[in-house]
């Protein structure tokens, strides 16, 4: 016999990107169940590197702990397709520019957050089928105590690179066939002294160390001479000693493997991230080459981005078209991320033809202001979502940087006011009062705060989103025209 149980939105996948809607769901109070085919977060070695946009936002949603700020700008050395010289500056009182952290930590950090907010998490369930209709979504999964449906008001795909939401609610993709061969493992080096270090490119392709504290090393290589011939069989330690010792020319014993894996160039991007009732995010929306480390900052930005307005969706305080601006600020964001990676294989391709252009690129990276534009194509801070207002607004679409908001004994800033999940009025100068009382409709949505004398805000009032841009400022149009657009009627 099957059992329905109820609820206001289901997601499918339990990894970070996943698991992070559930928190941000919880946050706000609405009825989620997350669906997880595993039994328990993987130890495997994934994604380690959280780039600065992401990492500001998860700050500003109240994640990551307590991350250091800075005084001051901060720089980070960074590379590009192996190339050494690229930089990554954040301004001043934001977190560190890039932060290493295991995405099994990550899984783990944003799973307790979500249980601990009500949300229910059920890991050993498979998802086997599911079906909308005009009013809601069904999803059959298969569980310890047999099959269960689950009924919602709204579903998210954040099942990864084989979605099977994807799959079943038929979104159509682009993609891009694999021309490379990888493979990523941790082994136990037997001579480490005679293994190269760090990234090593020679005419075959690349080999590329890097130790960890336990005394295993992450070994990558890269053959650019065409995809696996038998992707689908199990990778072991000796395959990847072999290829890592014919790439370098030389024998790289190795042994004690904790994982060995396979990837590829292969790319994929659905061609809308929404369909009805059903979206996707992270390796279920958009898969790429992992140079840079620029695929679970993606998700993760994804998933802040899509929650709070889903919330919204659910309690009936979204504007019209709300739900729609997930495609339209998140796929573009995944394009560019694509593009660049393709840019950088390119570049690390053997080939000698292309030791001219390598040479270019890396003298252009000496250059500040073209550091600044990779390094901040690479970390997202160069992302700006499009203008609703029909307003040619310059702060619009816009990530508000961290500024201080209130001076005294228990000083505010932008980071430490929108964790409380509310979208945020900031308010300075003689026109506050009007402003507040313009906003009076949207109490029940917004918190509203006035500034003090001093504070460095960049204009004299501003509506910031709770992932951090900045829907509307006085060049925008109206503020009651912008509440209402964003979340609907006045109260």
């Not at 993609?175 to 480490?192: C, F, I, K, Q």
């Not at 005679?194 to 080999?207: H, I, L, S, Y």
């Not at 690129?361 to 690479?378: C, N, P, S, W, Y």
């Not at 000083?411 to 313009?438: F, M």
Request: aromatic share 6%; charged share 25%.
């Amino acid at each position: 016999m099957r059992t329905t149980t109820h609820t206001e939105i289901v997601v499918v996948g339990g990894g970070p990107v996943g698991m992070l809607i559930a928190a941000e769901l919880g946050a706000y109070g609405i009825d989620a169940v997350v669906l997880e085919e595993k039994s328990a977060t993987s130890g495997q070695p994934k994604a380690g590197t959280v780039h600065a946009r992401a990492v500001q936002a998860l700050a500003r949603r109240g994640y990551l702990g307590l991350p250091r700020f800075s005084d001051a700008p901060v720089t980070e050395q960074f590379h590009f397709a192996g190339m050494p010289g690229l930089t990554i500056t954040v301004p001043a009182a934001e977190p560190e520019p890039v932060l290493k952290r295991a995405q099994a930590d990550l899984e783990r950090e944003f799973e307790e957050r979500a249980r601990d907010r009500g949300v229910t998490v059920l890991r050993g369930h498979r998802v086997t089928a599911l079906r909308q209709g005009p009013d809601g979504v069904e999803v059959v999964a298969e569980g310890p105590g047999g099959e269960h449906t689950y009924s919602a008001g709204f579903l998210v795909g954040a099942d990864g690179a084989r979605s099977t939401v994807r799959r079943e609610a038929g979104f159509t993709e682009d993609t891009h066939p694999a021309t490379v061969s990888a493979m990523m493992g941790l082994v136990r080096l037997t001579e480490p002294d005679k293994a190269p270090r760090g990234w090593c490119r020679t005419e075959r392709g690349w080999v590329i160390t890097k130790p960890v504290p336990d005394g295993h090393t992450l070994v990558r290589t890269l053959d650019c001479d065409g995809p696996h011939p038998h992707r689908g069989t199990p990778a072991t330690v000796r395959e990847l000693r072999d290829e890592a010792s014919r790439i370098a020319g030389y024998d790289i014993p190795m042994e004690d493997a904790l994982s060995v894996t396979r990837f590829s160039d292969f790319t994929r991007l659905v061609r809308h991230y929404r369909k009805d009732r059903v979206f996707l995010a992270g390796d279920a929306a958009h898969v790429h080459f992992p140079i840079g480390g620029q695929g679970l900052s993606t998700g993760l930005v994804d998933a802040l981005n899509l929650s709070w307005k889903l919330a919204h969706a659910v309690r009936g305080t979204a504007g019209e078209g709300l739900l729609d601006t997930y495609d339209d600020e998140r796929r573009p964001a995944a394009q560019r991320v694509i593009d660049n990676t393709r840019v950088q294989l390119t570049l690390m391709r053997p080939a000698p033809e292309l030791d001219p252009l390598r040479a270019m690129v890396a003298e252009l990276l000496t250059l500040e202001q073209t550091r600044r534009h990779v390094g901040d194509l690479i970390s997202a801070q160069e992302t700006v979502y499009p203008v609703r207002s029909g307003f040619a607004s310059r702060w619009e679409g816009r990530f508000l940087e961290n500024v201080a908001v209130r001076d005294g004994a228990e000083p505010q800033d932008v980071t430490g006011l929108l964790p409380d999940s509310r979208p945020l009025l900031l308010l300075s100068g003689e026109r506050a009062a009007a402003y507040g009382k313009s906003a009076r409709g949207w109490a029940h949505v917004l918190n509203t705060v006035v500034a003090s004398p001093d504070a460095a805000l960049p204009c004299e009032a501003m509506l910031v989103r709770p992932d951090g841009h900045i829907a509307w400022a006085p060049d925008a149009g109206d503020l009651t025209d912008a509440l209402r657009l964003w979340f609907g009627e006045p109260r």
